[in-house]
C-alpha cells in the first residue's frame, strides 16, 4: 500500500464528506417532498439506501478498497457524478437552493483539487499512483 500526501487525505475525507452529505439530501427530500407518511418513510429511506448502495458496490479496483463488482473507472466516475447529480437535483426540488449551489461548488472543488484521479479515471487508467 502507497501514502497519500495530505492534500489528497483530505480530499478523500473530503469525498466521504460529500458522500454522506448527498445521501442526507436524498434523504431530506424523500422526508419533506410527500404528504403521505408511507410515501415519506420509502423514498426518504429508500433513496439513500439506492444511492449508497450503488456508490459501495460498483467500484474500482484499489480506489478505497476491494469492489464487490469491479467497473471501468470512467463508469465509476460517472456513477459518483450520478450520485451527486440527483442529490444537487434533489436540494433544487426542495427549495433548498443555497444549499445546492454550495454543495456543487464544493463537488466541483473535489475533483479539481484531485484532478489526477478524475483525469485519470476518464482516460480509464484507474487509480493514480501517489507522488
Known amino acids: 500500500m502507497h501514502g497519500i500526501g495530505v492534500v ?7 469525498r466521504f464528506v460529500l458522500e454522506i452529505l448527498a ?9 419533506t417532498a410527500f404528504d403521505s407518511w408511507l410515501l ?3 423514498f426518504g429511506i429508500g433513496i439513500p439506501f439506492v444511492l449508497a448502495a450503488l456508490w459501495g458496490v460498483f467500484r474500482v479496483p484499489g480506489d478505497g478498497g476491494p469492489p464487490v463488482i469491479a ?6 466516475l460517472a ?11 434533489l436540494l433544487f426540488d426542495a427549495g433548498l437552493r ?3 449551489w454550495i454543495f456543487l461548488a464544493v463537488i466541483v472543488a473535489h475533483y479539481a483539487v484531485g484532478y489526477r484521479r478524475t483525469v485519470a479515471f476518464l482516460v480509464g487508467r ?6
Open 8 to 14: 489528497e487525505g483530505l480530499n478523500l475525507a473530503l
Open 23 to 31: 445521501l442526507i439530501a436524498a434523504g431530506y427530500w424523500g422526508f
Open 40 to 42: 415519506r418513510i420509502l
Open 71 to 76: 467497473i471501468h473507472s470512467a463508469l465509476r
Open 79 to 89: 456513477l459518483e457524478w450520478f450520485v451527486f447529480g440527483v442529490a444537487i437535483f
Open 98 to 100: 443555497t444549499a445546492a
Open 126 to 131: 484507474g487509480v493514480p499512483e501517489a507522488r
